[in-house]
């Protein structure tokens, strides 16, 4: 397995470094203290991984879709500091398909590295918690669905998904609307299609993220209608 680290941190780098060296059939091809370093590395040398703290100075959660856009088969594992559960979906909807925290044991990112550098997806137990205590479900962030193409949305289904954010059901949404019940659930079947969603916690997850609206108690709530 080709591994590329990313991060500007010397200490993170070099410890990264040592605990993948000691492994066999894992080789770290480079180390990229920011994303225009990151991309040239990739032209340089074929791999099948970067290991990145995109929250690190000098990379930022938007080289995550630049680096799947432009290489689709590489696998993402993000290696970040402790974030929010909504930062977390952010990334893995933006192209990471698995996630540890930092402060892992290293056989933890040992294991991490082998099972994305497999297409699998690998999630520190600490990163699922955080997940798991905003009541979202890994399995509903459908990473297949990942795509660089804009999304189009109607002005009325930019209204429904700001609705359906703030803990609106169908028929409420209908009757602010003036529309049937059955027309808003025809419009919430399409806006699903469009983002590539399977539920509601997905376009919630679209709405936080495009800033549609902003956190709050309703958010990642596990009704659906």
Known sequence: MKVIIADNNDIV??????ILHAEIGIDVVGEARNADQLF????????????????????DIDVIPKIKSKYPKLHILAITPEQSAQ?????????????????????????????????????CGQILETI??????????????????PVLLTERESEIIVFISEGYTNVQI??????????????????????GVKNTAGIVMYAVKMNFVKPNKFLFSSEAN
């Open 40 to 59: 040239s590395i990739l032209r340089q040398f074929e791999t099948d991984i970067v290991l990145i703290d995109y929250t690190a100075y000098g990379f």
């Open 87 to 123: 930062t977390l979906v952010h990334a893995l909807r933006s192209g990471v398909i698995s996630y540890i925290k930092k402060d892992c044991a290293v056989g933890e990112i040992v294991d991490a590295v082998r099972e994305t550098g497999r297409g699998s997806k690998f999630f």
């Open 174 to 195: 209908a009757e602010k609307l003036f529309l049937s019940s059955h027309t808003v659930n025809t419009h919430r079947k399409n806006v699903m299609a469009k983002l």
């Open 13 to 18: 780098l070099v410890g990264l470094q040592s």
């Open 132 to 149: 798991k205590k905003a009541s979202i479900d890994v399995n509903d962030v459908d990473l297949d669905s990942f795509t660089c193409e």
